[in-house]
């Protein structure tokens, strides 16, 4: 009996176990913890914004509120949107979507002149990020399946450091 037939597993267990960590470039790994640093920033420098949106679009606090509002409902249909995406379609390709609607999204915040555009841009902004924040955790699973804790906790900590740098940028 070879070593491979020696003992006895399922299915699920036989395909983990053939699955290979791959060598993935150290570029690669950059650019995905770079991706999560700025969007942490991104969603971090609200709070710090808000007296000079209230100012600009000449709007109370509690319509202020429903900027995170917008984009809490747009981040919630993402995540539901992606889980199905993401098994139809290549994580990167995905990435890269996502990424594009966040820094469109992001661009467009300061040419909103109105406030309910503003409120629009808000809830496209929480779909892009969202979307982003659920592939990369994903993606970073995939790429390094046999160290995954290790490398969730980075990309994580990541997200620590730009939402640390938000608030602080802002000012």
Known sequence: MSKHNSYKTNDKQDKSADRQQIKVP????????????????????IGPIMPSVIEDYQIRLS???????AQSIGGMLAVLFVGIMAGRFKKT????????VFGASLLLVSLSDIYAVLLVVFFVFGAGSRMADTLLNAYVSDLYNK?????????????????LIGPIYVR
């Open 26 to 45: 150290v570029y690669l790994t950059a650019a995905l913890f770079l991706i999560m640093g700025i969007y942490a920033i991104s969603i971090t420098m």
């Open 63 to 69: 319509q202020g509120g429903l900027m995170t509002t």
């Open 93 to 100: 390709k995905l990435i890269i979507i996502s990424f594009l």
């Open 147 to 163: 160290k995954r804790g290790y490398y969730l906790n980075l990309l994580h900590m990541y997200f620590g450091i730009g939402a």
